[in-house]
C-alpha cells in the first residue's frame, strides 16, 4: 500500500486558515486521496476525498498537486471545534480504510 | 451523510466474561463492514473485515475465535469480545460503505473496559 507521511502535530489560531500537509510520494494513478478527522474520544468522520483536481465541500478543501505526490487539506476558518487528528489516507477502489498516525490540530482561541 | 451507530458507546464487564458490540448502519445498506480497535495516543487498527452473509476476513494478528464477528443483515454487523480481559479494553470502532461510494462512514466508537 502506499503511504502518507503527514507532520506529527500543528497549531492553529482560531478563525485563521489551516493548511494541513500530506505526502504520498509513491501514490499510484487510482489511489484516491481521502481525508478524515477523529474528535476526542468519537469514531473518524469522512472530511473530503479527490483524484486529480482540487475539490471544496462545506467542511474543506483539498489542493492536490499537479503530480499527486502531495495533497493539502484546507480548513478555511478554524474553530475549537476542529481541534482533531487528521488522517490523509490513500485508498484504491473500495480497499478498506488504513489509517496512519495523522496530525493533530490544536485551535488556539 | 451516511449514519452509523454503534451499541454500548460504553461498558465496562468483568475479566473472562463476553460482550457484543453492535453496529448498525441507519439509512443505507452496508454489504461491507469494518472493525478497527484503538488503543490511548495511538491509531486505530483494523481488526476484520466483515462482509453479510460471509465469514469475516481478519486482519494478520487478530484472533478470530476471540473476536466473533457476525454480519447476519445488511444493516447490522457484531464483534462479541469473547473471554475479555483487561488487556483487551480499547475502543472499538466499526466502518461502513455506502454501495457505490467511495467514502467509509464510522461508528461513534465503543469504550469497553475490562475490571
Known amino acids: 500500500d502506499a503511504k502518507t507521511t503527514q507532520p506529527n502535530s500543528m497549531e492553529s489560531n482560531e478563525e485563521e486558515p489551516v493548511h494541513l500537509p500530506c505526502n504520498h510520494s509513491?501514490?499510484?494513478?487510482?489511489?484516491?486521496i481521502h481525508w478524515y478527522r477523529q474528535l476526542p474520544s468519537q469514531g473518524p468522520e469522512y472530511v473530503i476525498h479527490?483524484?486529480?483536481s482540487n475539490v471544496n465541500n462545506r467542511m474543506a478543501s483539498l489542493a492536490i498537486a499537479e503530480d499527486r505526490k502531495s495533497s493539502t487539506l484546507i480548513l478555511h476558518r478554524a474553530t475549537l471545534r476542529d481541534a482533531a487528528v487528521y488522517y490523509c489516507i490513500l485508498r484504491r477502489g473500495y480497499q478498506k480504510v488504513t489509517f496512519g498516525i495523522g496530525t493533530k490540530l490544536q485551535v488556539i482561541p | 451523510g451516511a449514519v452509523v451507530s454503534q451499541h454500548p458507546s460504553r461498558v465496562i464487564c468483568k475479566s473472562g466474561t463476553s460482550v457484543k458490540i453492535e453496529c448498525r448502519s441507519l439509512d443505507f445498506q452496508a454489504t461491507t463492514m469494518f472493525w478497527y480497535r484503538q488503543f490511548p495516543k495511538q491509531s486505530l487498527m483494523l481488526m476484520a473485515t466483515s462482509n453479510e452473509g460471509s465469514k469475516a476476513t481478519y486482519e494478520q494478528g487478530v484472533e478470530k475465535d476471540k473476536f466473533l464477528i457476525n454480519h447476519a443483515s445488511l444493516t447490522l454487523s457484531t464483534l462479541t469480545v469473547t473471554s475479555a480481559h483487561p488487556e483487551d479494553s480499547s475502543f472499538y470502532i466499526c466502518?461502513?460503505?455506502?454501495?457505490?461510494?467511495?467514502?467509509?462512514?464510522f461508528g461513534q466508537g465503543t469504550r469497553l473496559t475490562v475490571v
Open positions: 466502518s461502513a460503505r455506502v454501495s457505490g461510494g467511495p467514502e467509509a462512514f
Open positions: 509513491t501514490i499510484s494513478g487510482t489511489d484516491y
Open positions: 479527490g483524484l486529480t
